[in-house]
């Protein structure tokens, strides 16, 4: 009966020439045509080092997405791939480094940590009875969880034997398309090849059927979810090695991207299809989605929603195909015909491609951009009022000097800044400017935009380990010891106090913490009862702050390490706020600013960002006419209350 359900519609006829090749491949079909709309609308898209990119920006996802591919064929779902994966490579470097423990091991500990949580995620689905959805969706949080405790929320350097696996061969071939491309054969051959593969299939296409043909399903699906953990491990390791450190908040979100491209692939979340191939096509669509959009300046919000559109298109593209007879063969049960088929379909490809290779070649040739007029700003986040008003400064210095600046959103992700950086570099820019999400994770991007003679200049966060051509900074440690002093001297010298921190791992949130550390020590009578992070949002501020008032309603201060959290600090206070409770931020912002004239927050301490942005554009301009900077332009700190809140301009 298993073996019914794998063949059972291998028969079938469909439609025939081109429109069933199309239908069969509509995956394939729509990588051709969005390769063809990149090449056309950039020059910059259809260069060898631009395409090598992609692959790099792919192989993560795409081998978070082979291991996906798994489960989903045997109608599953795991949404721990990306926890999994960080939680895998920060073992790793907190082992190798901290620990002592030879590197191979470490290696080997690593993916051990991968497969045993895909083993907990199988027990939990096949013997504890839970829906893969909640059972995977609760090792997301444990695994997450247990890399920031392994880290204390600090990313850890990776060893540099390891991180080799993110650099090129030859100087040309990078590693990580590499690991991506054995992965995918490996992928390819247990599911057309194995027993575990077949049994994938059979219980995806009818999982009752398949226990009563003596199939050990519950077994299987204990091989199945090990063998996504592993496959996260694996990306979890190659990701870090792109980074040189394991970021304990890295893969944020990458499960959905590993999920999106297996569906876009032509796998059906219903369970039974899906191949190593269309999941490999997959992630290269949405790579060279992000890649195109960035080269084209489009907007990170609008990014997301031409994504989501993409994913939608896709599972409507598998409707109509079944609707139209269209029926996708489970790996490795095909014929003969059919494999001769997908050859044709595949050297349909290679020619489409190479006349689009040609007729850019063509259009492009002898088109040129004034590079030095040409800057690109990465931003850490454009989820916060403090970046935007960088992005607004930035903009209006631009537009006053002439020169055209393209600005992307790295979402407080540093693997999608490094891709962002590559972008950028590959576009040959008069100079990049760059927020880093992290001063240690962006230095190999960093290194490459030295590589290609591109000036560097970094904004708000310093980049260590690479050559800038300036940094136009505020001092945070200098900024948190400010805050310090501005909260105990309000509060007399004594009292108890909360600290509400940033992100976990980032820079700015160790060096805010840090300076207020240091400056407490002036004053022994202020005690911190708890320091909590909030992630920089003000929702989760205020839900934070709430929480933290129920074990210490008596508390005097509160110190957020940014406005965000400090408003939403502000509103768990109540009519607390700015009398019995002294509440102070950090950055400036607008709201923060109008807060502190209203009396509930006693203070920001305000970098100006918008003079920040104004700043980097103008010596970005200079750097790439070759004009001498400053290697340091520091922008003044100031502590802002409602005494000089009307002399502050932001």
């Known amino acids: 009966m298993a073996a019914d359900t794998l063949t059972s519609t291998t028969g079938a006829s469909g439609p025939s ?3 069933g090749i199309l239908l069969d491949n509509g ?20 260069t060898a080092a631009n395409l090598l990119n992609i692959g790099v920006q792919a192989a993560v996802t795409a081998i978070l997405a082979f291991g996906v591919t798994f489960v989903i064929v045997s109608a599953g779902i795991d949404l721990s791939v990306g926890s999994v994966a960080a939680l895998s490579a920060t073992v790793l470097a907190w082992s190798a480094t901290s620990e ?3 590197v191979p091991i470490a290696v080997l500990l690593a993916i051990v940590t991968g497969i045993a949580c895909g083993l907990v995620n199988g027990f939990l689905v096949s013997y504890g009875k839970l829906p893969p959805f909640i059972a995977t969706l609760a090792m997301l949080s444990v695994g997450r969880g247990l890399s920031l405790v392994i880290s204390q929320g600090s990313p850890i350097a990776f060893p540099e034997s390891v991180s080799h696996l993110g650099d090129n061969l030859g100087g040309w071939l990078p590693v990580p398309v590499l690991v991506m491309v054995v992965m995918g054969l490996v992928t390819a051959v247990i599911l057309g090849r194995t027993y575990i593969g077949r049994a994938m299939y059979a219980i995806g296409g009818n999982e009752e059927a398949a226990r009563l043909s003596g199939l050990p399903v519950k077994r299987q699906k204990l091989v199945i979810y090990a063998l996504s953990g592993l496959f996260a491990a694996a990306a979890g390791i190659v990701l870090a090695s792109r980074l040189s450190s394991a970021q304990p908040q890295a893969a944020q979100g990458y499960e959905l991207d590993a999920i999106a491209a297996v569906v876009i692939g032509g796998a059906s979340l219903a369970g039974g299809t899906g191949k190593a191939s269309g999941t490999l096509i997959g992630a290269l669509i949405l790579a060279v989605l992000r890649n195109g959009l960035n080269l084209l300046s489009v907007s990170a919000f609008w990014q997301q929603v031409v994504i989501g559109v993409v994913i939608a298109l896709a599972v409507l593209l598998d409707t109509v195909r079944r609707k139209a007879g269209a029926t996708p063969v489970a790996a490795g049960t095909g014929g003969s015909g059919d494999r001769g088929r997908q050859a044709l379909t595949y050297l349909l490809a290679a020619v489409v491609a190479a006349a689009v290779v040609g007729a850019t070649s063509f259009l492009h040739s002898g088109s040129s951009a004034a590079e030095s007029q040409k800057i690109g700003l990465s931003l850490s986040t454009l989820n916060n009022p403090f970046f935007v008003q960088i992005r607004a400064g930035a903009q209006d210095e631009a537009k006053k000097l002439g020169v055209d600046l393209s600005v992307t959103d790295a979402q407080n992700d540093a693997s999608q800044q490094a891709n962002q950086l590559q972008n950028f570099t590959s576009e040959g820019l008069g100079t990049i400017i760059v927020n880093p999400v992290d001063s240690d994770a962006v230095t190999p991007a960093a290194k490459a935009v030295n590589k290609a003679d591109i000036p560097l200049v970094a904004v708000d966060r310093a980049v260590n380990g690479a050559n800038t051509a300036a940094l136009v900074a505020s001092d945070n440690v200098s900024g948190g010891k400010l805050a310090a002093k501005a909260l105990a001297e309000k509060l007399g010298g004594k009292g108890e106090i909360v600290i509400l921190q940033g992100q976990a791992g980032t820079s700015a949130s160790r060096e805010r913490g840090a300076g207020f550390a240091e400056g407490l020590k002036a004053y022994p009578g202020i005690k911190v009862l708890a320091k909590q992070p909030a992630d920089w949002d003000r929702t989760k501020g205020l839900d934070v702050m709430t929480n933290l008032l129920q074990a210490n309603p008596d508390v005097d201060g509160v110190f957020a390490e940014n406005d965000e959290m400090a408003l939403g600090a502000i509103k768990a206070l109540g009519s607390k706020a700015g009398k019995s409770v002294q509440v102070i931020g950090f950055d400036g912002t607008a709201d923060g600013l109008k807060a502190v004239e209203g009396g509930t927050l006693y203070a920001s301490v305000a970098q100006q960002p918008a003079e ?6 103008r010596n970005a301009v200079r750097a790439a006419e070759g004009e001498k900077v400053k290697k340091s332009v520091m922008v003044p700190v100031k502590v802002v209350t ?3 809140v009307a002399e502050f301009g932001g």
């Open 642 to 644: 409602a005494k000089n």
């Open 17 to 19: 020439g081109l429109r």
């Open 100 to 102: 002592g423990v030879p």
């Open 27 to 46: 995956a394939l079909s729509a990588l051709i045509v969005l390769v063809v709309a990149m090449s056309v609308l950039s020059g910059d898209f259809l």
């Open 612 to 617: 920040l942005g104004r700043i980097a554009v």
